[in-house]
C-alpha cells in the first residue's frame, strides 16, 4: 500500500525540517518543500541516512509557478496528498532597523508589509489551491500561524509580522468552510515562542515543543476538529 503523503514548506530549517521529520518518522512519505536546494537537500538527506521516506522539491512559496509545478508534479507521481503543512514564514520588521523595516509600525514601509504577507499568508493561500483539490476525504491542513496574530491579545509593533498571522487565521476560517464538505481539516496553530532562526535563543520553548500540536493536527486520529485556532493541543482564542 502506498504510504500516505505529507508536504510541509520551509522544511529546511526549524520548526518545518523538524515537523517533516516527525512525520516521516510515523511512516509518512514527506514531500519537504524548501526555496534553498542547498539546504534543503543537506535538511533532506539528514533524515534518508536516518532511512526516513522524504523528498526535496524545491519551492519557494512565493512563486506561482514553482508551487504550480509543485502541484502537478504530485498529481502526475503520487495522485494524492494527505497532509499539508503551511509553515514557510519569516519577519521582516527588527528592532534594530530604524527605517522601512523597522518594528515600529509608525516607520515600517508598506512594502515591507507586503513582502511579509506575500509569504506568511498567500504563500499557504498558493499551496492549499494547488493541492487541496489532490486531498481525499480526511486529509488535512495545518497553518503554522502565531499568538502574534491573535486579535483577541493583539499587542503593538511588529504589523506585518502580526497582520500576517492574522490573515492567514482568515485563511484557515474560510477554508475550512469551503472544504468541510469533502471532510478536510483546516487549522490554524501557535507553536509558542520557540528557539528558532526566527524565534532566538532566548525563546522559551524547545523545537520538540513547538512542532508538538503541529503534527498532532497533521496526523493524530483523536484531532478531528476543524476550523480552529490550537497551541498545546487546546483551542485558543481568534
Ligand atoms: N519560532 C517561533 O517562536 C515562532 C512562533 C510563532 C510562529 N512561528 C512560525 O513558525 C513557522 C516556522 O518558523 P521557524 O521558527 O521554524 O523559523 P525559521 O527557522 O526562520 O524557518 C523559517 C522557514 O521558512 C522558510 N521560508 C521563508 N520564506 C520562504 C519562502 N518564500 N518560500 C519557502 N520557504 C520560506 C525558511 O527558508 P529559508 O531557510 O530559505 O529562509 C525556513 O525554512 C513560521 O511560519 C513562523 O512564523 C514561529
Redesign the pocket.
Known sequence: MQSKIAVV????????QATARALAEQGYHVIA????SE?GTRAVESMQADKLSVELRV????SADQVRDLGRYIRETYKRVDVLVN?????LETRQAGGERSANPLLVSPMTIMETVN??TL?ALRMIQALALLMPEGGRIVN?????GQLSDMDGGWLGYRLS?TALNSITRVFATELAERGILVNSV?????R????GGD?SRSIEE?IDTIVWLASDPEATESGGFWRDRARIEW
Open positions: 514548506t520551509g522544511a529546511n530549517r526549524g520548526l518545518g518543500c524548501a526555496r534553498d539546504s519551492v519557494d512559496v512565493t509553515n514557510a514564514g519569516l519577519i509569504t506568511n504563500g503554522v500561524s502565531s499568538g502574534m498571522k501557535c507553536p509558542g515562542w520557540v528558532t532562526d526566527l524565534g525563546a513547538g
